[in-house]
């Protein structure tokens, strides 16, 4: 299809148009089929038009379509803002708001730090991503290219290296990096909050060392500064939990949701302790279609699928399967460019070096575009895009998967 209509500073990974899909398959206009394992850059969890959650959508398109909740609230706003407070696993009275999008949760949730800080200074991570508008832009750990040729961005916010052993930055390095920024250029009282991905998304997969993570937790209850955690990609059973931040052995003062949270309708949140969420005046919260009643029901239908058991069900299946094919590729030579598996549950990457351990980029590129070739859709990550992010639909068949798995080990074969 023409596409001289759309602004070209959109990247587009794949140049095909989908015309529809089914849980962990889709189909372009030309008929043919492809195995997702980008599943909407991880909105979609549950698969391509979940049976349930489009069943949810229609009926609540014959209902309300539309309602601003700061104008008159909805039965389902207030439906899944319940469910989240019983599906978030935190020991304290949880309260929040619904927004469009992760990056508007993000938004959203430095406002409340400043609000019920009075502080300004946010300390973010390198590799980090937390979306694409100005504020956010400010608090990604990457320059290139989402904040290239925009000018000033909202501040302050300083960056600190992200501790993880995907990384090889370990947690005293991160410490001892943050006693420098607090002595040199940030005094710790002037810090509203820190925010952090449990596993970076788009740096790759890299899952964050718990040591650290108790060791921030510890020094945010000391100085009276909030900690934001990130689970806008690993959230919602990615990892083999509902989500990451109870591995790390901590809870979130505030907690950033979107992606896989509806379905595939646009929608995020932002949640944690309700006196936090209280903080702001009237008003300071809200937005004409933030929780909008037929995300709301997709939302609602999904949740109900997100139990426990099927949860760790898909994790293990999905994990066993991809640790198992990595293993073996690395056993048998099949190619010098396979690098080390990051991330944890379903949330994992594969990197491509070359011998000397470098980024291997070019030859990523060549996989992801064999792979399509051959029908099957792939997406990079990581600082030098050299990281594919496997974010297949945790629903996807048996068969499917190891198909898909099929396709990738042939991409590779050619590469050696």
């Known amino acids: 299809m023409n ?17 529809h899909g089914r849980n962990a398959e889709v189909w372009d206009i030309t008929g043919k089929r492809y195995i997702d394992f980008v599943g909407g850059i991880g909105v979609l969890n549950l698969g391509h038009c979940n049976p349930a959650v489009v069943a949810a959508i229609q009926a609540q398109a014959g209902r309300l379509t539309h309602y601003a909740f700061n104008a008159a609230p909805h039965g389902p706003y207030l439906e899944l803002m319940e469910r989240l407070r019983q599906f978030v696993p935190v020991s304290y009275p949880l309260a929040g708001m619904l927004t469009n999008s992760g990056a508007e949760a993000a938004e959203n949730a430095l406002k409340v730090a400043r609000g019920a800080t009075g502080k300004r200074a946010i300390i973010a991570f390198d590799g980090g991503f937390h979306g694409r508008t100005l504020a956010t832009l400010n608090l990604n750990g990457k320059v290139a290219p989402y904040k290239q040729r925009v000018g000033d961005l909202p501040g302050p916010v300083y960056h600190l290296p992200y501790p993880s052993g995907d990384t090889g930055i370990t947690c005293e390095q991160a410490l001892k990096a943050m006693d420098r920024l607090f002595s040199v250029e940030l005094a710790v009282e002037d810090v509203a909050a820190f ?140 190619s010098t460019f396979i690098g080390r598996l990051t991330g944890v549950g379903a949330m994992r990457g594969i990197e491509f070096v070359h011998a000397d351990g470098s980024p291997a980029p070019a030859q990523l590129t060549k996989v992801l575009e064999a792979a399509r070739d051959k029908g099957l859709l792939l997406m990079p990550s990581g600082k030098a895009r050299h990281i594919i992010r496997l974010l297949a639909p945790l629903t996807i068949e048996a068969e499917v998967l190891e198909e898909g798995l099929d396709i990738l080990e042939q991409c590779l074969a050619e590469l050696a």
Request: with cysteine; glycine share 12%; aromatic share 6%.
């Open 3 to 19: 596409q001289e209509s759309i602004s070209q500073s959109i990247a587009i990974v794949h140049p095909i148009t989908l015309s």
């Open 195 to 334: 925010i952090i991905e449990p596993v970076q998304g788009e740096g790759g997969f890299l899952a964050l060392d718990p040591a650290f993570a108790q060791a921030l937790r510890r020094l945010c209850d000391e100085h009276g500064i909030l900690l934001i955690i990130d689970e806008i990609q690993s959230g919602f059973g990615r990892t083999g939990q509902r989500f990451a931040f109870p591995r790390l052995g901590i809870e979130p003062d505030l907690l950033l949701l979107a992606k896989s949270i509806a379905g595939g309708m646009p929608l995020g949140a932002v949640v944690g302790r309700k006196e936090l969420m209280a903080a702001l005046p009237k008003g300071g919260l809200g937005g004409t279609y933030s929780g909008n009643p037929i995300a709301c029901a997709a939302a609602l239908a999904s949740l109900a699928q997100m139990t426990d058991e099927h949860i760790a069900t898909w994790g293990e299946r999905q994990e066993q399967a991809i640790v198992s094919r990595h293993a073996r590729w690395q056993a048998t030579g099949l």
